[in-house]
């Protein structure tokens, strides 16, 4: 028999997909939240399904409360992790033209300000609980009462949750994406120049770099710190990478650079622009991070 329900259940997956995906800083975790959400709405005997006033938002529910659970055992699974670890980034799919086969709409991460690297990188220094009410009142507008029966606390309490979680946010003015993208290329343009003076005033001098191998790839484990430094370093990188070609890229809604050796992207950079200067570089190499690109 047809699941009368299908269609509105099957229309929630990009919902649910955005919603892991900020939770988790990972898309392909986020992709398994989704499939076990719906293995559990279809593990529900056909009469609990129809008694279902919303499916939506039973989805959601089930949905977030995955991701708390697989929230609180991140902790020991970063642990095991080797190196940084860096959110996934994830690539606006209308800049790679000529894709074999065109995205299916309901796969992709709508990108805005709530996907930006420093974004989701502030997102993981909050506890399990701060991140879902946060994410769920600010971002998806979740009224508190429906937050507290998600994470199974009061809505006084949640009220409080997330506004311990936006005090952490990152509150002055941010520059525009054009401005981003004047100073990613000014960058890109140093870099290849081997520039080391217009790198250092590009940088922030208390810029910070990170790398996300995972053990993978070769990468420098441990932050660098400052701007003299981490022109220096990518001065050293410029002189081994030879063949490597850099582009500008979307990354997580924002302008970016991605190096391609041989056809095949095998690093994803990600910036942080305040008064026209970079203060962070996020550099992603771990190949298993690299799979929503490499897919295209």
């Known amino acids: 028999m047809t699941d009368p329900q299908l269609g509105a259940v099957i229309s ?34 056909e009469r609990q399904r129809e008694d279902v006033a919303n499916p939506g938002a039973w989805l959601t529910t089930v949905a977030s409360r995955i991701c708390l659970d697989l929230l609180g055992s991140a902790r020991a699974r970063r642990e095991r992790y080797v190196g940084e670890w860096i959110p996934e980034p994830v690539p606006d799919r209308s800049e790679w033209v000529g894709s074999p086969t065109p995205p299916d ?13 420093a974004f989701l990188v502030v997102l993981d220094s909050m506890t399990p609980a701060e991140r879902v009410a ?6 998806f507008r979740y009224s508190f009462a429906e937050v507290a029966e998600i994470v199974g606390r009061t809505p006084a309490a949640c009220r409080q949750l997330a506004s ?8 002055s003015r941010t520059p525009t994406t054009a401005e981003r993208a004047d100073v990613v290329k000014d960058f890109k343009q140093a870099w290849e120049s081997s520039d080391i003076e ?18 993978l790839a070769l990468a420098f484990r441990a932050p660098i710190i400052g701007g003299l430094e ?17 582009l500008e890229r979307t990354v997580n809604g924002q302008p970016g650079l991605v190096a391609e050796l041989d056809g095949t992207i095998v690093s994803v950079y990600a910036f942080d622009i305040a008064d026209n200067r970079i203060t962070r570089i996020w550099v992603i190499r771990n190949p298993d991070k690299l799979r929503p690109w490499t897919a295209n």
């Not at 997909?17 to 005997?45: F, H, K, M």
């Open 134 to 139: 946060f994410v769920l009142h600010d971002v």
């Open 198 to 215: 217009a790198l250092i005033t590009l940088l922030d001098p208390g810029a910070i770099a990170t790398a996300d191998s995972g053990g």
């Open 105 to 117: 709409p309901a796969d992709r991460v709508t990108l805005d300000e709530s996907i930006g690297m």
């Open 230 to 246: 981490i022109a220096s370093a990518w001065m050293r990188l410029a002189a081994r990478v030879g063949d490597i070609t850099l």
């Open 164 to 171: 311990s979680a936006r005090r952490r946010i990152h509150t």
């Open 12 to 45: 929630e997956r990009r919902q649910l997909i955005n919603l892991a995906y900020r939770l988790l800083g990972s898309l392909a975790e986020a992709e398994d939240v989704v499939q076990e959400t719906y293995a559990r709405w279809y593990a529900l005997p």
